[in-house]
């Protein structure tokens, strides 16, 4: 499945975009736009909402999130299993529970978390 670094280079080439032209529109170096495409680093929630709207698409694509014919909860269960690093095992531990996630690796846990945190974000952001 593709990942963010992967999405965010190929939609900028695609469009003939330079880093430094990304860069200038999202507010941050060139180098920012180098570290994302090279996965050295991710964009922040806000970066990706970004990102998605100069390209004009969603930011779940964006996320190497795809859409197909599986219930919601399929493909949130599916699409989460990629790339997170940054959450307490509990927190992990307890939005797996309600994916009946005992299943999961650790590296998947940390991904639903991260699902989480984006989501709750979109949510603040639309209650603002």
Same mark, same amino acid.
């Given at each position: 499945? /593709?990942?963010?670094?992967?999405?965010?280079?190929?939609?900028? *080439?695609?469009?003939?975009?330079?880093?430094?032209?990304?860069?200038?529109?999202?507010?941050?170096?060139?180098?920012?736009?180098?570290?994302?495409?090279?996965?050295?680093?991710?964009?922040?929630?806000?970066?990706? @909402?970004?990102?998605?709207?100069?390209? *004009?698409?969603? /930011?779940?694509?964006?996320?190497?999130?795809?859409?197909?014919?599986? *219930?919601?909860?399929?493909?949130?269960?599916?699409?989460?299993?990629?790339?997170?690093?940054?959450?307490?095992? @509990?927190?992990?531990?307890?939005?797996?529970?309600?994916?009946?996630?005992?299943?999961?690796?650790?590296? @998947?846990?940390?991904?639903?978390?991260?699902?989480?945190?984006?989501?709750?974000?979109?949510?603040? *952001?639309?209650? @603002?």
């Amino acid at each position: 499945m /593709p990942n963010i670094s992967g999405r965010i280079k190929s939609l900028r *080439k695609s469009r003939h975009v330079t880093q430094k032209e990304l860069g200038a529109y999202l507010g941050v170096s060139q180098n920012a736009v180098f570290n994302w495409e090279s996965g050295k680093t991710e964009p922040s929630a806000e970066t990706i @909402e970004k990102i998605a709207a100069f390209f *004009k698409v969603n /930011p779940a694509y964006l996320m190497g999130w795809t859409v197909s014919d599986e *219930k919601t909860e399929d493909i949130i269960c599916n699409s989460v299993k990629d790339d997170a690093e940054t959450q307490a095992p @509990e927190e992990s531990a307890a939005i797996a529970a309600y994916f009946d996630g005992e299943g999961y690796t650790d590296k @998947e846990l940390k991904q639903i978390e991260r699902f989480a945190h984006y989501i709750k974000s979109l949510r603040d *952001k639309n209650t @603002e």
